[in-house]
């Protein structure tokens, strides 16, 4: 990689205040499970790296009844095997047992994949089908208005995601296909049900990003049953493509991987 | 045999510097005042080199020095060739572009090294490399061997007109039509072999070192044959005269063929190091290793399979073009001729086969031995061929192929080879047995109820191994002669130290070798040091490729043990006052047969060496050496059974139950037999349903790494069942056939013959992913 | 540069290193710890794999800066010199190497694995906790059957296996 300048920030607004000073080439560091191999590729050249990992305001996991609150230095692994959200959010849990190897669990966090947003990355399918809030330094965002296509996010310049959170729904379950080789999802699927409303976010497949996909929660309010999407699909033409997963055998996935999830819930 | 010899299953020596971090790989190696070296990299498939401009990057912190293509050119270094000479039908012989170590006019694939940066440290190396400034005038490219051979298409090599390197045929054209004119049936099929990429977890490195004072080179380098990257880089790179090269392949981490050629990179360190003074380390990341590791497979045939009404073969057809991508690798020219065409008649009595090759240019990586090395191309096009013919026929796949095995020996086949044992019977049956083949379609109709779609299918391979006798691979256009040698030095206090030219990268030989010992003379294997990859300390050796380090390194070590035995015999008949013909050795003792009279092993070993008491005329020391030359190949061969369930919604297919019934021959130490089966069946699935090189049309490299390209991880793979049946070939002393391919030669075709099944369409590429596998279930609805 | 203090297999090791240097070059190249390998540049072969305060880490995508302060265990001080830990011992029991090169990150994965599961664990999960470590020479067979033998032997021994 490149040179670059390292500094521990010990508050956020410690992190914020480092950020300010290098004049917009640097770059927060959280897991970096992301960041870093981008490093390693010369494809990323931040000036400064502000490691967010001992920021002790980003960290813990509150559930008060059934709002969940995760700090965004939480890493994969802690929300995976996090008691409290498994006893409110299993689904959500499981998702993030689901996301790399358990070394990269160990390291990377929620507060990185959510501020990455890559288009397989399998959070934003959870936030929105969850209307989840992301928290920042300086505002909550819902999750709707968060995620905006590939590695796009409302983050404004030197803006930290401090943490997420989301209100439990009745249940909710994650079924994810895996890219073969890299193993991210070639699409995942988040389902959310409250009382008859349904929410389903989709990641991996869609060539803007995660995605939710109405029709099929309108189907699934009417009658919660995989059955209930068979014949329904997503336009082929709105999927992406790739070596592993044309358009077209992503949107089938998305039908197969979405009444997956939706077995699992009920 | 005892509790270590023959037979045992003896855990690993060489295990205990693995398993707690002390193994010795080359890019652990440092030396004072070692510099890296970091190479630049065409990013174009085909492009004239305008110019090179270093000025910037020789000015850049830390940099020792930039060296160019031109300045390899102007030191006289030679350039890479391929040791294996092809003619084609009409006579003439191989056309072989040049290759540079350093290319200076023309590049012909992405991430061919162009030039070299030599700095103080990785991180300052690879930011002067970027500042080195190369000017490309792009050309077309051509990616696909059969496109490259059509008119018009861009020309690689002056050397090769049409990008044609040879057109070569093997057996009997015009008896192999007459067999056709006269069949019942017809199959005709159209076969891809995917070009994968071997990667050995270990990268390629090397470490050049260049001693002015004594005039003297010293490498280090991720080789499987050190001895053979000795002789060719002093006799045709000119890098160092061969007296003063030192050639050191320390612990090696995995090969597959990889790792036996002498690549660019380990040239380059060792100039460079004398060029710049200083030592020069060079480790691959893991996308150079995509783009400059010779790749392996990558051919498409067309095949027609004759047969008369009794469902016996009558022909064989083979039409193959096989892609040797952007240069000749050392012995890419032998992987689709004798390698591959030989192996044709598989199991089976085939009076008539006729094979054509074609091998080609491309603006790809080079294409050369990868484990099983033109047999797994052969087994996939004859295995595919009998399951489609048998569902052609209407009948068992088993049956078709009991019906037309070879059961006689020696068998001549219309293909070169002359099989010398075998059983296949044995084989199918012991893994029909395993595999439960009679209760497959109650777990079928029990899969289809839940929505799985089952499938079964079978493979019977034959290779061969051990290659080969030196007089016939001669003929045959090698360069090298395929023996090997050892040498068993037997030290005063007993011990034994065995030198050999094998070079072990994961097999076991510090184990296996030493088991040759306990066996002959009962001593412990703790006793016994194996000692090889120096060419400082082993004489000469050919090294580990092909399977032959058990049927031709053990042979040679047999033969020096020989020697050895009959010496230490006559030293203790002299000393025991007894015939020699009645000493016997056994345990650790040497004895007169059916006495309570003997000596201790270690009192002959120093009765040798203090000289006192020997026999008259004897010379003292015992330490024998041995060259060993095989008689034959040997045929290694098995059965193979796949079952497989696929999931029809999204095509993806898991591997529940892998069967494999091998004959080794002998077996010496069958964990380690074991160990390679499995490794190497991971591979065969690897190719079937997860591995394979895509280029894109402008000749970039797609799958470039992990991230692209698929490994198989644990969970792709099921537990193996494998079992061994045994017939010793006669060709060698210790009737051993060889293991280390046979997994990864005989599984792609089961695996595919077991997903057509299931998917009921035989109409599939491999890797049969799940993208693949769904899009062809969608064709037959 | 920036001076770094981590302590390494029970022992202080202190250096000033450049910010881009990776933990793995700091442990290869400054403390001679070869043992850790490097497979890959893109986090998926596992040969890299070290404890960082008790937990798998790669050590190729965390930078040596990031570990200071912290404990880092490696493959060499997995168990006391001359002794081998029940994982190691597992692998060289049941075959689970062959050339050795991924050995070291498989291990120190096994012992993250065998001690977050209490030992308990079966051939898939132990599969599935593979996920990122490659092996290309033993088809992962007897990889697996050491894993779970370790776990077992653990389980019956009552004591938690992880070396921190």
């Known amino acids: 990689m490149y040179e670059t300048t390292y500094h521990r920030a010990s508050s956020v607004a410690d992190a914020v205040r480092i950020a300010g000073e290098s004049g917009g080439e640097g770059k927060f560091l959280s897991g970096g499970m992301t960041l870093l191999p981008t490093m390693k ?224 819930v009920a | 045999m005892g509790v270590e010899g023959i037979g045992a299953k003896v855990l690993r020596k060489e295990d205990r510097r693995f398993i707690t971090g002390r193994g010795r790989y080359v890019d652990d190696m440092s030396v004072p005042g070692m510099a890296y070296a970091v190479f630049v990299r065409s990013p174009h498939a085909h492009a004239k080199i305008g110019g090179v401009d270093t000025g910037a990057a020789k000015s850049m912190p830390g940099v020792v020095g930039v060296l160019t293509g031109e300045d390899l050119r102007g030191d006289g270094i030679g350039n890479l060739i391929c040791g294996w000479m092809v003619h084609s039908k009409d006579g003439s012989p191989m056309k072989m572009g040049a290759w540079p170590a350093l290319a200076a006019d023309v590049v012909r694939h992405v991430g061919q090294a162009v030039a070299v940066v030599v700095a103080r440290s990785r991180d300052e190396a690879r930011d002067a490399a970027e500042a080195v400034a190369v000017t490309y005038e792009e050309l077309p490219a051509v990616i696909e061997a059969a496109k490259a051979l059509e008119p018009g298409a861009p020309q690689l090599h002056p050397e090769a007109p049409g990008n044609l390197i040879f057109d070569w045929e093997l057996g009997d054209k015009a008896k192999t039509d007459a067999a056709f004119a006269g069949a019942a049936h017809v199959t005709k099929l159209h076969i891809v072999n995917n070009r994968l990429v071997p990667n050995p977890l270990e990268p390629r490195a090397a470490l050049g070192q260049y001693d002015a004072a004594d005039d003297h080179y010293t490498l280090w380098t991720t080789s499987q044959n050190p001895h053979v990257a000795r002789l060719v880089m002093s006799a045709f790179y000119n890098v160092a005269p061969e007296h003063k090269l030192r050639v050191i392949a320390p612990d090696v981490g995995g090969g597959f063929g990889s790792k036996i050629y002498i690549y660019p990179e380990e040239i380059v360190c060792l100039w460079a190091s004398r060029r710049t003074g200083v030592p020069v380390k060079w480790t691959s990341d893991r996308t150079e290793a995509f783009l400059t590791d010779a790749h392996g497979r990558d051919h498409v045939t067309e095949v027609e399979l004759a047969l008369d009404a009794e469902h016996k073969i009558l022909g064989l057809k083979v039409d193959t073009i096989a892609n040797l991508g952007a240069y000749m690798s050392l012995f890419s020219s032998s992987v689709p001729t004798y390698l591959y065409a030989t192996l044709l008649s598989g199991q089976y009595d085939i009076p008539a086969i006729h094979a054509n090759v074609r091998t080609v240019y491309t603006n790809t990586v080079p294409v050369d031995a990868y484990r099983g090395a033109g047999r797994p191309e052969a087994t996939y096009v004859l295995e595919r061929t009998m399951e489609t013919a048998a569902r052609e026929l209407g009948v068992s796949p088993a049956e078709l192929r009991r019906k037309n095995f070879i059961r006689s020996f020696p068998y001549q086949t219309q293909v070169i080879m002359t099989y010398d044992a075998g059983d296949f019977d044995a084989s199918l049956n012991a893994a029909m047995a395993a595999a439960d083949v009679a209760g497959f379609e109650a777990r079928r109709t029990e899969a289809a109820a839940k929505g799985k779609l089952r499938g079964l299918g079978m493979s019977c391979y034959i290779e061969a191994c051990g290659i080969a006798p030196s007089k016939a691979v001669g003929s045959l256009g090698a360069g090298v002669g395929l023996w090997e040698s050892a040498e068993v030095r037997v030290n005063p206090v007993g011990t034994v130290e065995i030198l050999t030219g094998s070079h072990s990268h994961g097999q076991g030989h510090e184990t296996t070798f030493a088991q040759l010992i306990a066996e002959r003379f009962g001593l412990p294997v703790d006793n016994v040091q194996v000692i090889h990859g120096d060419t400082d300390k082993v004489q000469f050796g050919m090294g580990t490729y092909g399977s032959r380090s058990g049927a031709v390194g053990m042979s040679a070590i047999v033969k020096a043990l020989d020697k050895v035995e009959a010496k230490a015999k006559k030293i203790a008949a002299h000393l025991l006052e007894a015939d020699e013909g009645d000493i016997e050795i056994s345990g650790g003792e040497v004895r007169i047969a059916g006495t309570d009279r003997k000596l201790g092993w270690h009192e002959v070993c120093l009765a040798a060496y203090t000289g006192h008491n020997l026999p008259d005329g004897m010379e003292p020391g015992l330490k024998e050496g041995a060259f060993y030359d095989p008689q034959n190949f040997t045929f290694p061969a098995g059965c193979y059974i796949c079952e497989v369930e696929v999931d029809p919604e999204t095509g993806k297919t898991e591997v529940l139950q892998f069967v494999a019934a091998d004959d080794f021959g002998r077996v010496i130490n069958p964990m380690i037999v074991e160990g390679q089966v499995h490794g190497g069946i991971a591979q065969g699935i690897g190719q079937a349903l997860l591995e394979g090189v895509s280029y894109d049309e402008a000749g970039q490299l797609v799958t470039a790494s992990f991230m692209d390209y698929t490994m198989p991880r644990a969970y792709d793979l099921p537990n193996f069942v494998v079992s061994t049946t045994e017939t010793r070939t006669p060709s060698n002393p210790l009737g051993m056939k060889g293991c280390g391919e046979a997994g990864a030669i005989g599984s792609p075709p089961a695996v595919i013959n077991a997903i057509t099944d299931a998917i009921g369409t035989n109409d599939l590429t491999m890797p049969a992913t799940p993208q693949k596998v769904w899009a062809a279930l969608k064709t037959v609805g | 540069m920036t001076a770094i203090a981590m302590v390494v297999n029970g022992r202080e090791a202190t250096a000033e290193v450049a910010d881009r240097t990776l933990l793995v070059q700091f442990l290869r190249d400054t403390l001679h710890l070869t043992g850790t390998h490097v497979g890959c540049d893109t986090s998926q072969c596992g040969a890299c794999v070290v404890h960082l305060d008790g937990k798998a880490v790669k050590s190729c995508t965390l930078l040596a800066v990031q570990a200071s302060g912290a404990h880092v265990t490696t493959i060499e001080g997995l168990a006391p010199a001359g002794d081998l830990h029940p994982v190691q011992a597992a692998f060289r029991e049941h075959h689970g190497l062959q050339c050795g090169f991924c050995t070291p990150g498989m291990i120190m994965t096994a012992v993250d694995m065998i001690a977050r599961h209490d030992g308990a664990l079966d051939e898939k999960t132990v599969r599935d906790e593979l996920e990122g470590n490659l092996c290309r020479c033993t088809g992962y067979h007897n990889i697996v059957k050491a894993i779970l033998a370790a776990a077992e032997s653990t389980r019956s021994a009552g004591t938690p296996l992880a070396a921190e």
């Open chain 1, 41 to 264: 590729q010369r494809l990323a050249a931040p000036s400064d790296l502000i490691d967010l990992r001992h920021v002790p305001e980003m960290k813990g996991i509150a559930v008060d009844a059934r709002r969940v609150c995760i700090g965004g230095g939480m890493t994969h692994g802690e929300i995976a095997e996090s008691a409290d959200i498994r006893a409110v959010a299993p689904g959500f849990a499981e998702l993030a047992g689901l996301i790399g190897d358990p070394a990269v669990r160990h390291m990377g966090t929620i507060g990185g994949s959510v501020a990455n947003n890559d288009p397989a990355a399998d959070y934003p399918a959870a936030l929105l089908a969850l209307d989840g809030l992301i928290h920042t330094d300086r505002r909550e965002v819902p999750a709707a208005d968060f995620f905006r296509g590939l590695f796009e996010t409302a983050l404004e310049e030197g803006e930290i995601v401090t943490a997420v959170s989301f209100e439990a729904p009745d249940a909710s379950a994650y079924e994810k296909f895996r890219n073969p080789a890299s193993r991210y999802a070639m699409c995942g699927a988040y389902v959310a049900r409250r009382g008859t409303d349904v929410r389903v976010g989709v990641t991996g497949a869609g060539a803007d990003g995660v995605f939710r996909w109405s029709a099929a929660e309108q189907a699934l309010t009417q009658t919660f049953d995989p059955a209930a999407l068979d014949r329904l699909t997503v336009d082929a033409g709105l999927m992406l493509s790739d070596l592993h997963g044309s358009s077209i055998y992503r949107a089938n996935l998305v039908t197969v991987v979405t009444k997956r999830a939706v077995a699992k």
